[in-house]
């Protein structure tokens, strides 16, 4: 490697893990560790125990601490790997290895912050409000806009402290709620408002976000969401459905297209294959036959699904899919079936205490490497990062998610 | 007779498009989203 090359490849390194921590939400709201690989152990042990009487004698009580046997092993990886011809590399102005370099850094943090911020949804210990807790109808989403979202974090805020969250707080948000709150702070008009107003929320964290009432709040669309879509009836040749902007074409025979499903004999073998190629992030392909076939999603359709971390279920009795994603995605459908149709989709804030999750980000797990390919006139750029993240049992009151629509 | 009521009791297929099948849609959608609400509850 000359030294020209050796200094490029040192700059995109940089860049990378510029990137990969700049723009990540979660290595700002979390308690993080860049240290420790391997497995690590519950830091927390229990409140002390306090022994409050008037002085009678002079002997007291002596109390016991405890520490939960809880353990996290860091063995989750994001990883990023592409192969880059010569040609392209030598013939484009774009500088092609550094640029994926910087989008690998900036994918695999986008995706970090997607399992991150998904684990307050998830843990079991973990409180999430609902509509029930303002008034509403429990298991509802709160229905959130400019004129409710100050009750969403007031409430939230007032359910961590009773939790004895007393450090300061964060709130991240996706791009709906950031709106409903910057529409409450323009209607309101005063001064607290004025930052918002003039400059928009923090939505790439390079320093903290905006305040509201003593709480941070960061503006993400790595947010968990869930949407059903309701599909009772086969689809007509040609229907389509689209999330996340990648659109999915039910097809009576696969034409070569990308992202087809072939519809099945019934809608339940239907909707159980779409199903099956969401979970795989679109990027497989089944041969077709009576109740089976898909095509592959494009290039791109692949990458924009394979950072959601999809979980879809297929429930034939509802006659549903239910689709988890650790982002906000928009929807749409173009189904002939007239009671065919998405349900509104929800999302789950999170609200916490700075550091009420862990999140293990070892230096020593981050690599990136220019590999050469034997028979291959290129090389293939591979970066990755291991990780993992949780909530212990001690900081589970002191951060919930919030269920909104 | 008997032949007539079942097939009052047929799906009515409504044109693509028209305000019938947008109305349809909005009313499946509602009565998804109470079903979704419903289980979550349970």
């Known amino acids: 490697m000359s030294t020209t090359q050796d200094a490029r490849k040192k700059f995109t390194m940089a860049k990378a893990q510029e990137n990969l921590y700049a723009l990540n939400v979660a290595n700002i709201i979390s308690d993080v560790d860049t240290t420790k690989m391997g497995t690590v152990y519950n830091p927390y042990a229990s409140t002390a125990t306090i022994s409050n009487v008037a002085h009678t004698s002079n002997t007291y009580t002596v109390g016991t601490y405890a520490i939960d046997a809880d353990s996290l092993q860091i063995n989750r990886k994001a990883i990023a790997s592409e192969i880059v011809g010569s040609y392209d590399e030598l013939s484009m102005d774009l500088g092609i290895i550094e640029n994926r370099g910087m989008e690998f850094g900036a994918g695999i943090s986008q995706t970090i912050d997607g399992y991150v911020l998904n684990l307050p949804v998830v843990t079991s210990g973990v409180d999430t409000l609902d509509d029930g807790d303002f008034a509403g109808t429990p298991g509802n989403p709160k229905t959130s806009s400019n004129s409710v979202i100050d009750d969403i974090i007031n409430v939230g805020v007032q359910e961590i402290e009773l939790g004895n969250a007393y450090d300061r707080k964060f709130l991240v948000v996706s791009s709906y709620e950031s709106t409903d709150l910057k529409g409450y702070l323009q209607s309101t008009g005063n001064q607290v408002a004025d930052e918002i107003i003039r400059n928009g929320f923090q939505s790439k964290v390079k320093s903290i976000g905006t305040t509201f009432s003593g709480v941070d709040v960061y503006q993400s669309n790595n947010i968990t969401q869930t949407v059903v879509l309701g599909l009772a009836t086969n689809p007509t040749d040609g229907d389509t459905i689209t999330f996340a902007g990648v659109t999915i074409t039910f097809v009576a025979t696969l034409s070569g297209g990308a992202s087809e499903v072939h519809i099945a004999s019934t809608v339940d073998i239907t909707r159980a294959n779409l199903v099956e190629w969401l979970n795989a992030d679109g990027a497989s392909a089944e041969a077709e036959a009576t109740d089976t076939g898909y095509s592959a999603a494009s290039t791109t359709d692949k990458a924009t699904l394979s950072r959601l971390g999809i979980v879809a279920t297929n429930d034939n009795s509802g006659n549903t899919a239910t689709i988890t994603s650790n982002g906000v995605v928009r929807v749409s459908e173009d189904l002939t079936d007239a009671t065919d149709t998405w349900g509104t989709p929800y999302r789950y804030l999170v609200l916490g205490e700075y550091g009420f999750m862990n999140l293990y980000l070892p230096s020593v797990g981050m690599d990136y490497e220019e590999k050469p390919v034997s028979g291959t006139d290129g090389k293939e750029a591979f970066m990755r990062q291991f990780y993992n993240a949780t909530i212990w049992s001690k900081k589970k009151t002191r951060g919930l998610a919030i269920k909104v629509n | ?42």
């Open chain 2, 1 to 42: 007779m008997a032949k007539e009521e079942t097939k009052k009791e047929e799906k009515v297929v409504l044109v693509k498009g028209s305000p019938e099948w947008r109305k349809a849609k909005q009313d499946a959608r509602a009565e998804l989203d109470a079903r979704t609400n419903a289980v979550r509850q349970a």
